[in-house]
């Protein structure tokens, strides 16, 4: 088991680039199953959900390639398995992209139905529903998820509730049906545009992602491609929030501006000053940081993977701040450990209300998730004396060597592993978030 150990109250400066989108990863990497003929992805990030992906793409058959640091060239074309078992599933909940581009590939899919999840309840109607509407039959039993279509034909799809992994699966599912599907009620997150890209790039017809209504008319064939995954705008807007709460001065590197919009908003709004450039942003705090209310929506609205995040750099503001959690059931799990911190929290439901103290304090805290995990750092960095960090295997799910990313920023950061006695236990904690 590893764990971070931070000696707090460094200020992190100087330049820190910025490593590809996970959760536009972990969906362009199935996709690429339903190529005719290998693609080269470049910008992946060096994250464990990314590894479990090339890992069921391997297994299923496809040959798997690293090119170099961030770039992997992919051959499906001997895909002969349509089955992500139980044991692959479960450490990734992003694997149900798996079943839309099995599907779309294949007309049948078999995948573990995702593990459960420390947000709180994660279904997959949605998902399910949609590709129901473009043809497919499903079965549930002992835990899998069995899809099969005799043909799969382009369909109206309107989402009950805006969900970005059911968008994506439709589209994945869509791509290759026959005729003309319509997503309405679509989510707009920078991945869904980025899959989309990633289609077309292919050969796919998709219009309107990025607003609420997809259309997707129907290819006969996806040709191979060469196609550069989008910078993670969580990742960017998390070393953003480090640097406000420790008072540093960082340039974020390889970043789209136009996707941390509201992050960038909300932190000026706190008091951090930013200076954007075309593909980097100077963020730096020379003064007092102030209360503020955040509510996380869907794109484009506050991202609800900043949450955590955001939630401690108010406990250094002055003031009282409301965090208001809009769509998750459960993301404020990790507030208690951050009380073992000192901080001043109260949660009453979705809501939590944050007494900003101005100060933490280091302890042994345990991140529950990835994001809690990023949270936990956070606080370390701002805090007086020793946090020490378990569980971090949720943050490696996401976070391209943060520690060394960090370390390189001026803080005291360092991993440390120690004998794990509960295997089983531990290894039964490790499902997906
Ligand atoms: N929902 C349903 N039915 C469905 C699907 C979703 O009711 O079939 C509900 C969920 O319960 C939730 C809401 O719709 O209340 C939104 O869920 P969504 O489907 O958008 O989430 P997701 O696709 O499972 C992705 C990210 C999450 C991120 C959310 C929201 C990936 C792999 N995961 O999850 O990322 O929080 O979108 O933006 O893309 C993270 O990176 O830390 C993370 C949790």
């Known amino acids: 088991m590893d764990k971070f150990i931070i000696k707090g109250g460094r200020r992190l400066t100087g330049n820190v680039v910025i490593s590809g989108a996970k959760n536009a990863a972990v969906a362009i990497l199935p996709a690429v199953i339903l190529s005719d003929e290998p693609c080269v992805i470049e910008n992946v990030p060096n994250i464990s959900d990314v590894n479990i992906c090339l890992k069921i793409l391997r297994e299923m058959g496809a040959t798997v390639e690293n090119l170099g640091k961030d770039v992997y060239r992919i051959d499906p074309t001997g895909i002969d398995k349509v089955c992500v078992p139980y044991e692959t599933a479960r450490k990734m909940r992003a694997s149900?992209?798996?079943?839309?581009?099995?599907?779309?590939?294949?007309?049948?899919?078999?995948?573990?139905?995702?593990?459960?999840?420390?947000?709180?309840?994660?279904?997959?109607?949605?998902?399910?529903?949609?590709f129901s509407i473009l043809g497919a039959e499903y079965t549930l039993s002992q835990g899998m998820i069995d899809l099969k279509a005799d043909k799969l034909r382009g369909n109206q799809i309107f989402f009950d509730v805006v969900t970005v992994g059911a968008t994506m699966n439709a589209m994945l599912a869509a791509v290759k049906a026959e005729g003309l599907t319509v997503i309405e009620n679509a989510a707009k997150e920078p991945h869904i545009v980025d899959l989309a890209n990633f289609l077309n790039s292919m050969g796919a017809n998709i219009m309107g992602a990025g607003t609420d209504v997809i259309k997707i008319r129907g290819v006969k064939h996806l040709h191979g491609?060469?196609?550069?995954?989008?910078?993670?705008?969580?990742?960017?807007?998390?070393?953003?929030i480090a640097a406000a709460a420790t008072k540093g001065d960082i340039i974020v590197e390889n970043i789209i501006p136009k996707h941390l919009e509201s992050i960038t908003k909300k932190l000026e709004k706190i008091g951090v000053n930013i200076e954007q450039y075309d593909d980097s942003m100077r963020v730096w705090v020379d003064g007092p940081l102030v209360k503020a209310n955040v509510k996380t929506t869907p794109h484009p609205g506050f991202p609800t993977d900043m949450q955590p995040q955001i939630a401690t750099l108010l406990i250094l503001a002055e003031g009282t701040s409301i965090v208001t959690e809009g769509v998750w059931e459960q993301r404020f799990r990790y507030v208690d450990e951050l009380r073992r911190m000192g901080a001043d929290i109260t949660v009453n439901g979705k809501v939590a209300l944050i007494e900003g103290t101005g100060k933490l304090m280091g302890a042994p805290v345990k991140a529950c998730d990835l994001r809690a995990g990023a949270a936990l750092i956070i606080a370390g960095l701002a805090a007086n004396g020793i946090t020490e960090i378990e569980d971090i295997f949720h943050i490696e799910r996401g976070y391209d060597c943060m520690e060394g990313k960090l370390r390189a920023l001026g803080a005291d950061i360092e991993k440390i592993s120690v004998p794990d006695n509960k295997t089983a236990e531990t290894d039964n904690s490790r499902a997906a978030v």
Not at 102 to 119: D, I, W
Request: aromatic share 12%; glycine share 12%.
């Open 96 to 130: 149900y992209y798996f079943l839309g581009a099995l599907l779309g590939k294949f007309n049948k899919a078999r995948v573990s139905m995702p593990g459960g999840c420390p947000l709180g309840d994660r279904p997959i109607d949605q998902h399910l529903k949609a």
């Open 225 to 240: 491609t060469n196609y550069s995954v989008i910078p993670d705008q969580i990742e960017a807007g998390t070393f953003m």
